[in-house]
Nanobody, 122 residues
């Protein structure tokens, strides 16, 4: 099982970026997918989360600017980031909670992606 992120990069303040996170492998169902970020010298923090049932949660700092669309058929979650600010600069990580098979064992698992850098210049 893998979570593969893409879409990070350098953007000017006020610009937009779209991150993607695709889960692949022996996955039966994904309940929870979300995005977290970690800026230099800071703890990892929640950005946005989405459950299979449609419950969505955003950090106060991104409400009204970020959205978290999800394609359950493709096991993919996106992070649409608009009106970016320099303080959004961080490594963004995808996370997923799913039922699947890893190393021959079916169970519930929590996985993280490798992270993708987002840099917003002022």
């Amino acid at each position: 099982v893998q979570l593969v992120e893409s879409g990070g990069g350098l953007v000017q303040a006020g610009g937009s970026l779209r991150l993607s996170c695709a889960a692949s492998g022996s996955i039966f169902s994904i309940n929870y997918m979300g995005w977290y970020r970690q800026a230099p010298g800071k703890q990892r923090e929640l950005v946005a989360t989405s459950t299979r049932g449609g419950n969505i949660n955003y950090a106060d700092s991104v409400k009204g600017r970020f959205t978290i669309p999800r394609d359950n058929a493709k096991n993919t979650v996106y992070l649409q980031m608009n009106s970016l600010k320099p303080e959004d600069t961080a490594v963004y990580y995808c996370a997923a909670d799913f039922r699947g098979v890893v190393a021959g064992t079916e169970s519930l698992y929590d996985y993280w992606g490798q992270g993708t850098q987002v840099t917003v210049s002022s």
